[in-house]
């Protein structure tokens, strides 16, 4: 069975300072795709990045950039020039290429980003 | 272009009593996952339906749980004698079609109180 694992709870970070958020995965597939989702107060679940597994480039999306180890099972987040923002809850997701496509989530690490 | 739309975003019932929620997909899209977030913990998978059809179940409880996606209106997920353990935010995600590259878009939610 597909498991996500977010091994910080919280992570702190200083305004315009850069954080990483960890995420593993445990998969025998060798195609899915990962997703990392911001769930700021309001409970809205927002995309943040998305990985193509079978593309070794890792993606970028402004200030935020994936560090994709296919090998390591590893996805983390890196978060640039942190905003006041950027506080929330973060979603490491994973998504099997095959079946019915849903979602596997982690537990979540909550960012707060000080001023 | 409309979000995926949930009612009600809050909704408070007594234990015995029945709770439905609706999602309303995004244009265009004939998916429609569901998602059941506890407190402090991540989004976990409940059903996945297309249009008339329920294709997914397994991460739906045995009893009291229910849901279906009728050709006209909206998603609706059903729970019968809410209990305390109910309390949670169910999410509704919807992607356009069945494929390994759609992403699930996610509505803001519905917050279920159970008293």
Known sequence: AQTVTQSQPEMSVQEAETVTLSCTYDTSESDYYLFWYKQPPSRQMILVIRQEAYKQQNATENRFSVNFQKAAKSFSLKISDSQLGDAAMYFCAYRIISGTYKYIFGTGTRLKVLA | ?115
């Not at chain 2, 409880?61 to 279906?68: G, T, V």
């Not at chain 2, 019968?80 to 759609?102: I, K």
């Open chain 2, 1 to 115: 272009n409309a979000g995926v739309m949930q009612n009600p975003r809050h909704l408070v019932r007594r234990r015995g009593q029945e709770a439905r929620l609706r999602c309303s997909p995004m244009k265009g899209h004939s998916h429609v996952y569901w998602y059941r977030q506890l407190p402090e913990e991540g989004l976990k998978f409940m059903v996945y339906l297309q249009k008339e059809n329920i294709i997914d179940e397994s991460g739906m409880p045995k009893e009291r749980f229910s849901a279906e996606f009728p050709k006209e209106g909206p998603s609706i997920l059903r729970i019968q004698q809410v209990v305390r353990g109910d309390s949670a935010a169910y999410f509704c995600a919807s992607s356009p079609r069945r494929t390994s590259t759609d992403t699930q878009y996610f509505g803001p939610g519905t917050r279920l109180t159970v008293l």
